[in-house]
């Protein structure tokens, strides 16, 4: 029986997840898939790490080298690849810890944007001339 959630879904994989993915695929390294974009290896780490995502010119090339579509890529509809065997035999108990640990570094990659910008305003308020 397999889980309603599963390992490429949009629920429980994220962007990055599915670059890392395509990318050992097609069995490259980080620093192969980054030299052939074009792009530095922070760049390239940062984006199978969801700190950042790439523009639409790079995530064009990226899909071509990937062999999967954009779309896969940003939403996991169209061609991609399939789950792996080894995540697809583990049992329920086991996909449904991987499901929660996806969700929660989603929601951490959610906190750490929220804590940005509360940090942006604190400078922005203690740069602001005080009123007495």
Same mark, same amino acid.
């Given at each position: 029986?397999?889980?309603?959630?599963?390992?490429?879904?949009?629920?429980? !994989?994220?962007?990055?997840?599915?670059? /890392?993915?395509?990318?050992?695929? /097609?069995?490259?390294?980080?620093?192969?898939? !980054?030299?052939?974009?074009?792009?530095?290896?922070?760049? *390239?780490?940062?984006?199978?790490?969801?700190? &950042?995502?790439?523009?639409?010119? $790079?995530? &064009?090339?990226?899909? =071509?080298?990937?062999?999967? &579509?954009?779309?896969? @890529?940003?939403?996991?509809?169209?061609?991609?690849?399939?789950?792996?065997?080894?995540?697809?035999? +583990? =049992?329920?108990?086991?996909?449904?810890? *991987?499901?929660?640990?996806?969700?929660?570094? /989603?929601?951490?990659?959610?906190?750490?944007?929220?804590?940005? $910008?509360?940090?942006?305003? +604190?400078? @922005?308020? +203690?740069?602001?001339?005080?009123?007495?």
């Amino acid at each position: 029986m397999t889980n309603e959630t599963d390992w490429y879904s949009p629920e429980a !994989a994220t962007f990055g997840d599915r670059v /890392a993915a395509a990318r050992e695929r /097609a069995g490259m390294s980080q620093g192969v898939l !980054a030299k052939r974009l074009g792009v530095k290896l922070a760049t *390239l780490r940062a984006w199978e790490e969801d700190r &950042s995502e790439p523009r639409a010119n $790079r995530l &064009s090339i990226l899909a =071509g080298l990937l062999n999967v &579509s954009m779309m896969w @890529l940003i939403n996991s509809e169209g061609e991609g690849i399939e789950a792996p065997q080894d995540v697809e035999s +583990l =049992g329920e108990d086991m996909q449904t810890i *991987l499901t929660d640990i996806r969700l929660l570094r /989603a929601e951490m990659l959610v906190n750490v944007e929220n804590l940005g $910008r509360l940090e942006k305003r +604190l400078r @922005l308020a +203690l740069e602001a001339p005080q009123h007495v």
